[in-house]
């Protein structure tokens, strides 16, 4: 195999995910088409619109945040935008944190005051982005802001 095709391949079984469901059969391998260490990759379980409470499951075990069926309801109901955009699947801390959250563990460190996300295009179709923030911790107030002129992904 040429090393292009090894390193496609790695891409494709690493966004392949997993079931948690067919981990637990004795056929959790058909679901693979070759062992990913063999292509320096490793199995994702996605939490997205597709997969269902036995994949929060196996994730909060994997990242030490163990859930129950009930508690993974919970998780689900809580934040179904961020499942349905595939957001836990990007970003594990992100589960973590929504899990710390249904399990009563999440430190109450700060409030969001306000935001708001300024999304502009002019007519030659630059685009500028500027986000602005108000947050609170403890008796202090805090306010941040940041913009990006023009945004180059967005062109």
């Known amino acids: 195999m040429h090393r292009t095709e090894r390193r496609s391949l790695a891409r494709r079984v690493w966004h ?90 999440l430190e109450h460190r700060f409030n969001i005051k306000s935001w708001r996300v300024l999304d502009e295009s002019d007519e030659s179709g630059d685009r500028y982005v500027q986000a602005s923030m108000q947050l609170s911790m403890g008796d202090s107030a805090i306010a941040t802001t940041r913009q990006k002129v023009p945004v180059p992904w967005m062109l």
């Open 16 to 105: 392949l995910g997993r079931h948690a469901r067919q981990q637990r059969t004795q056929k959790s391998r058909a679901y693979l088409w070759c062992d990913p260490a063999k292509v320096g990759a490793k199995p994702v379980i996605g939490v997205n619109a597709q997969s269902g409470k036995a994949n929060i499951i196996l994730l909060s075990r994997e990242l030490g945040v163990a859930l129950d069926s009930a508690q993974a309801q919970a998780l689900m109901e809580a934040n179904q935008a961020m499942i349905e955009g595939g957001g836990f699947t990007a970003s594990d801390v992100s589960f973590q944190l929504a899990s710390m959250k249904v399990l009563g563990t």
